[in-house]
């Protein structure tokens, strides 16, 4: 059942990712009509089912394309922009998606007058990262807030749900590995249901205390990469050892990485990895935005199920 008759415009950047299904699911739900932009209108294509004929509009609009993205912002009501990356596919395509790309859309946004902007970081923005993908996304947020100083940013740890790419990831690698390889293992994270994360998106393009601030988002659970790890072993009952991989080993494995087209490990995510990500002390969260964190016990289970072997203990996460 439509939450509202309300017929207001959203342009949501990346919209047909892993966190903008969500979002757009949970707008169209609120009878917003749901522009999603993005490089490949077609991979959008499935979310028009979300919402009744014509309400959501996949659209061509990529963040580095001026014109493209001008006309998906125009008489929108409401901006979101989720597009970032983990990795590059060419040389600059950080500074040119997360800080470039990021600043274009604000600008954009402004010059259309549009009401709201909610743009999605990461808590690894950082312009003091060792890394490229924390040193951009801090670029973008400080781009983002010059050209509209009354955006919402947020900023999610690892952020899971059935589509992530990091427990679905490991979970396959426990199925095919002897031992489950250990890099950057003491590192903490506080890992955010993806459900959560795009009703934080909700609750920033709505709520009137929400503008111009700045939240980090978290689940409810701090854990270090190795225990991470285990849960994924204990809930796909495939027992591994855990094995901490030499230096020397993982310069190795990142150097003949470059040569492929969808490495295992960066040399900029093994950067990222060697930080903590969770959320600062005295950073206003969820909480702030009205919605309790659903824990990771309580939803991984269900969706890592197709990589048991049988025969694991119930899932749970030490320390």
């Known amino acids: 059942m439509r939450q509202s008759t309300n017929r207001h415009v959203a342009t949501v950047f990346g919209g047909a990712g892993f966190i903008g299904r969500y979002v757009v699911q949970r707008l169209a739900a609120r009878g917003y009509v749901v522009r999603v932009a993005g490089r490949n209108p077609a991979g959008a294509r499935f979310l028009q089912t979300q919402g009744s ?6 659209l061509s609009a990529g963040v580095a394309d001026e014109g493209a993205c001008a006309r998906a912002i ?15 596919s060419k040389a600059g395509d950080f500074q040119r998606i997360q800080a470039e790309g990021a ?7 402004a010059a259309a007058g549009v009401e ?15 890394s490229q993908y924390g040193r951009t996304k801090a670029a973008g947020e400080a781009a983002v807030r010059s050209a509209f100083p009354a955006v919402t940013i947020l900023r999610p740890s690892i952020v899971f749900g059935p589509e992530d790419q990091f427990f679905n990831r490991f979970a ?29 998106v909700i609750a920033a393009a709505t709520r009137e205390d929400a503008v111009g601030k700045t939240f980090e988002l978290g689940g409810p659970r701090v854990a270090s990469f190795r225990e991470l790890l285990r849960f994924i072993l204990d809930t796909t009952g495939h027992h591994r050892p855990l094995v901490d991989l030499p230096a020397a080993l993982v310069k190795l494995q990142v150097a003949i990485g470059r040569f492929l087209p969808n490495p295992p490990l960066t040399q900029d995510q093994l950067l990222m990895l060697q930080r903590d990500n969770v959320v600062a002390a005295g950073s206003l969260g969820l909480a702030d935005l009205g ?20 025969g694991g203990r119930r899932p749970q996460l030490v320390g």
């Open 53 to 58: 004929v014509g309400q959501i509009v996949p």
């Open 74 to 88: 125009a008489g929108a009501d409401l901006v979101v922009n989720l597009v970032g990356i983990l990795q590059e």
């Open 103 to 109: 600043g274009r859309i604000a600008r954009l946004a």
């Open 116 to 130: 709201r902007l909610v743009h999605l970081s990461a808590i690894g923005a950082d312009p003091s990262s060792p």
């Open 172 to 200: 396959g690698l426990a199925r095919m590995l002897p031992i489950m390889p250990v890099v950057a293992g003491a590192s903490r994270f506080q890992p955010v249901y993806v459900g959560d994360v795009a009703d934080a």
């Open 291 to 310: 919605i309790a964190p659903k824990a990771l016990e309580a939803v991984v289970p269900g969706y890592l199920q197709r990589f048991r072997s049988g």
